[in-house]
């Protein structure tokens, strides 16, 4: 029900392969509209202090958002696919079972905002379903949290740190800490007739699937 905005450099070609069409981002650089073909964003946090706002950036990105390190990610060799990075661990603190492991190996991951949730490994989603109580839904693939769950949740307010590298072992890697609110939606329709309470994590039935979301990128 949302449409999609690309933000890609790569031309599309609609019926001619020798006549591209300039993507938007080369549009307005070519224009002078912007100074450069990077860009900025932030999913926003709603939980946090009073509420903060989504935040789109382009030919830049907004300052108050970065958080400055030394660390750089390549991109990925496709280039439909190219925000690639190595998730190399998860760790959650506070949970049902105390501290735990998350990630049973360290895997590549496309970074997409198109995507809500996490998609994860099913090995790793099952020790999110011991560690967080949450019971996986068949009927829409999503994973749904009991009211008696929830309530303990918000009690023990967990944290889940990402290391993330250029790979999906060793070299270089930095964290990234998402609090438990990041985590505690509500689907509403058209995938459920009422607002119920979901936690963001998909299974992902092979290795094209490994997505970080919007989920992830409420904090990054």
């Known amino acids: 029900m949302l449409g999609v905005f690309g933000l890609g450099q790569k031309p599309t070609n609609f019926s001619d392969y020798n006549d591209p069409q300039s993507s938007y981002m080369w549009s307005l650089k070519n224009q ?3 100074p450069s073909l990077s860009f900025g964003y932030s999913a926003g946090a709603p939980y946090r202090n009073k509420g903060v706002l989504g935040s789109l950036t382009l030919g830049g990105y907004d300052a108050a958002k970065f958080e400055p390190n030394n660390f750089t990610f390549t991109f990925g060799p496709d280039t439909s696919a190219s925000l690639l990075v190595g998730l190399q661990s998860i760790q959650a603190d506070n949970t049902l079972n105390g501290v735990v492991s998350l990630l ?69 890697s930095i964290n990234i800490v998402l609090p438990y609110s ?11 007739p009422n607002a119920t309470n979901y936690f963001p994590l998909r299974r992902a039935a092979n290795d094209s699937q490994y997505v970080i979301g919007r989920t992830f990128l409420q904090e990054s």
């Open 104 to 172: 049973p190996k360290g895997i590549l991951s496309l970074v997409d905002s198109t995507v809500p949730e996490i998609w994860l490994p099913v090995e790793a989603c099952t020790m999110f379903e011991t560690s967080f109580g949450i019971v996986h839904d068949p009927h829409t693939d999503r994973y749904l949290v009991n009211d008696t769950i929830h309530s303990q949740l918000q009690n023990l307010q967990p944290t889940l740190t990402f290391q993330l590298g250029n790979a999906a072992y060793g070299g270089e």
């Open 32 to 34: 002078s509209l912007i």
């Open 182 to 192: 990041a985590f505690d939606l509500q689907a509403n329709y058209p995938i459920y």
